[in-house]
């Protein structure tokens, strides 16, 4: 265990404060060409710009300087684990995340539904961002499958991603993943990286081959992509670490998968932000920390949509009052990670933050934009000291030492 958490164990007392996380997916950006600003700078932000003139703000790091991360690592960092020493793979989190059950030894893995044209190669990594109801009856079609010595679950988990566990006497989840990451070129074999999971490679790869066959005639999503290949460990939990009775409202699975592996109450909501707000009213008594999760501002930045992120950002900023209106005793704002539109991926860059509290010293920065931000005070931290500063702010955590 990292030495931190059995230092937080020790300080981590129960009070009736309550802290939120407020995450909005792929937050950060960059200044886009056709717009001469980032989405954040052209986004109308009132009430997000006032909670920063009362907080302490910054850009943070999720893993380290010039890493790019995935959202599982970076969520991870977030809730206070070091992405480092806690590893996951994406996979595992998708199965948590659609409430498949999990045993010792299966391995999971994150599935894509994409478009590949006549010589095999890949047009389009998401398959034109087919329905969840498309993406459940080619998971259907799939499941009818058979690999001797291998059970195969796949069930959608939105859009075009699915999740797929397999079950079967001595598999090992140290893979490759079949996805390349990007367009133009085929889809890789599945390889192992040791030698002891080469039996489970070759069985992936034989599913991966009846599966071409039978998607063959679809369109537009016709092949699949794996990749974030994992098999259980155990992790800590918020509530022995920090001493919380922690939940999580998000609207997309691997968001609640992450959640419940680090012992979050998944909270049932609905698919908007207007739910998610809801989600939050209706539970704000029973909890004392809240994961409220946004994903669609990381859609749109993937998607290269400027306008789109801007869109999401001044909703989000729309329901800040009914958030501030419960009175929290400390509001985190952040993202996992960057994933400006200009770039359409995640990126390196810092994410915006702002940690309010009644007992933060509000810096000089009056805008929420990454260009104010960089005088911020908190410039230069890493999201995995987030978590023990909001603990701080909450006074959950005794002195330290005589």
């Not at 994406?90 to 948590?96: E, M, N, Q």
């Not at 670490?241 to 592996?261: E, H, K």
């Not at 869109?311 to 009052?321: F, Y």
């Not at 009644?358 to 960089?374: G, I, K, M, N, Y």
Request: with cysteine.
């Amino acid at each position: 265990m990292d030495s931190r958490f059995e230092l937080y164990r020790s300080l981590a007392v129960r009070t009736p404060s309550k802290i939120v996380f407020l995450v909005m997916d792929g937050l950060g950006g960059l200044v886009h060409p056709d717009f001469g600003r980032s989405e954040l700078e052209a986004a109308r932000l009132p009430n997000l710009d006032a909670l920063a003139r009362e907080s302490a703000t910054g850009l943070s790091l999720p893993i380290g300087h010039g890493i790019t991360p995935g959202s599982g690592p970076s969520h991870l960092a977030l809730f206070g684990y070091d992405p480092l020493s806690y590893e996951v793979g994406r996979g595992l989190l998708s199965v948590l995340g659609i409430d498949l059950e999990l045993r010792t030894g299966d391995v999971a893995a994150r599935v894509n539904f994409c478009t590949v044209d006549d010589a095999g190669i890949i047009r389009d990594r998401r398959a034109g961002r087919i329905a969840t109801t498309e993406c459940a009856r080619l998971c259907a079609l799939l499941r009818e499958i058979r690999i001797p010595g291998l059970e195969i679950q796949l069930q959608p988990e939105m859009d075009y991603r699915a999740a797929l566990l397999i079950r079967g006497a001595g598999l090992d989840g140290r893979l490759s993943d079949s996805d390349p990451q990007r367009e133009g070129f085929a889809p890789l074999p599945v390889s192992p990286k040791v030698e002891e999971a080469t039996a489970t490679a070759d069985l992936l790869n034989a599913f991966l081959g009846a599966a071409r066959e039978r998607l063959r005639n679809e369109s537009p999503a016709n092949m699949i992509l794996l990749r974030g290949f994992a098999q259980h460990q155990g992790f800590p939990s918020m509530r022995d670490t920090f001493a919380l009775d922690p939940a999580c409202i998000a609207a997309y699975p691997m968001y609640r998968g992450v959640s419940r592996l680090v012992g979050m109450k998944v909270l049932a909501t609905g698919s908007t932000i207007e739910d998610e707000v809801k989600t939050l009213e209706q539970h704000w008594g029973e909890h004392d920390f809240f994961f409220f999760h946004v994903k669609k501002t990381d859609s749109a930045g993937e998607d290269g949509n400027f306008e789109g992120k801007v869109a999401v950002l001044e909703a989000v900023d729309a329901l800040l009052p009914r958030l501030r209106a419960l009175q929290p005793d400390v509001i985190v704002v952040t993202g996992d990670h960057s994933t400006p539109s200009a770039l359409s991926a995640h990126s390196w860059h810092p994410v915006p933050v702002i940690l309010w509290g009644r007992h933060c010293q509000p810096d000089s920065v009056t805008e929420f934009h990454e260009r104010a931000l960089q005088s911020g005070s908190l410039c230069g931290i890493h999201h995995v000291d987030l978590m023990p500063l909001a603990m701080a702010n909450a006074f959950k955590f005794l002195k330290y030492g005589a």
